[in-house]
T-cell receptor, first 115, second 114 residues
Framework: EAGVAQSPRYKIIEKRQSVAFWCNPI?????LYWYQQILGQGPKLLIQ????????DSQLPKDRFSAERLKGVDSTLKIQPAKLEDSAVYLC?????????????FGPGTRLTVL | KNQVEQSPQSLIILEGKNCTLQ??????????LRWYKQDTGRGPVSLTI?????NTKSNGRYTATLDADTKQSSLHITASQLSDSASYIC?????????????FGRGTSLIVHP
């Protein structure tokens, strides 16, 4: 079974530029999550989708971050414009259903460096 | 406020020794608690899941405990191996509007020395 795919694996940009990350979840997984993990910290949930609807985006900085999951399959996360403090690993995860008793499977992450 | 606190922040032990990691939470309403292992440069991988009625659950050399009354959990690693060197993250999920929202702790960084 293929795992969660993410691209790119690494990205270096200058502040005020824009960047987009892509995630393809495990086939059949209805729930998709985007996390931001700053070095030395645990992942912080940015947004949670159930199919193509948003379940929770309370920690998403909506002035600069946006995410969509058209057709309820793959998803993109965009940052526009980027700030220095956005440097982090962006993890995508998916699960069969809401994160109650269904295990989340994580992708390898995208490491973003903002200069 | 829904929070998950882990201790210690980091831990260094010798190969073959045991260790215990702690997790305290204020997440409500409680649904379940998971311990994840995150190797450097990789995404987290689930070790155990515990629900309200479960006190202990084992997965090989990993044993998790849960005290729902005091809102505390621990992860005990027996006979540590070099491959146990990783970050261990406690995640508590709460029920919300028909779905479940996870709250992650900051993790405990474990280093096992030969």
């Amino acid at each position: 079974e293929a795992g969660v795919a993410q691209s790119p694996r690494y990205k270096i940009i200058e502040k005020r530029q824009s960047v987009a990350f892509w995630c393809n979840p495990i086939s059949g997984h209805a729930t998709l999550y985007w996390y931001q993990q700053i070095l030395g910290q645990g992942p912080k949930l940015l947004i949670q989708f159930q199919n193509n609807g948003v379940v929770d985006d309370s920690q998403l900085p909506k002035d600069r971050f946006s995410a969509e999951r058209l057709k309820g399959v793959d998803s993109t996360l965009k940052i526009q414009p980027a700030k220095l403090e956005d440097s982090a690993v962006y993890l995508c995860a998916s699960s069969l259903g809401p994160s109650g008793y269904n295990e989340q499977f994580f992708g390898p992450g995208t490491r973003l460096t903002v200069l | 406020k829904n929070q998950v606190e882990q201790s210690p922040q980091s831990l260094i032990i010798l190969e073959g020794k045991n260790c215990t990691l702690q997790c305290n939470y204020t997440v409500s309403p409680f649904s379940n608690l998971r311990w994840y292992k995150q190797d450097t440069g990789r995404g987290p991988v689930s070790l155990t899941i515990m629900t309200f009625s479960e006190n202990t659950k084992s997965n090989g050399r990993y044993t998790a405990t849960l005290d729902a009354d005091t809102k505390q959990s621990s992860l005990h690693i027996t006979a540590s191996q070099l491959s146990d060197s990783a970050s261990y993250i406690c995640v508590v999920s709460r029920a919300s509007g028909g779905s479940y929202i996870p709250t992650f702790g900051r993790g405990t960084s474990l280093i096992v020395h030969p």
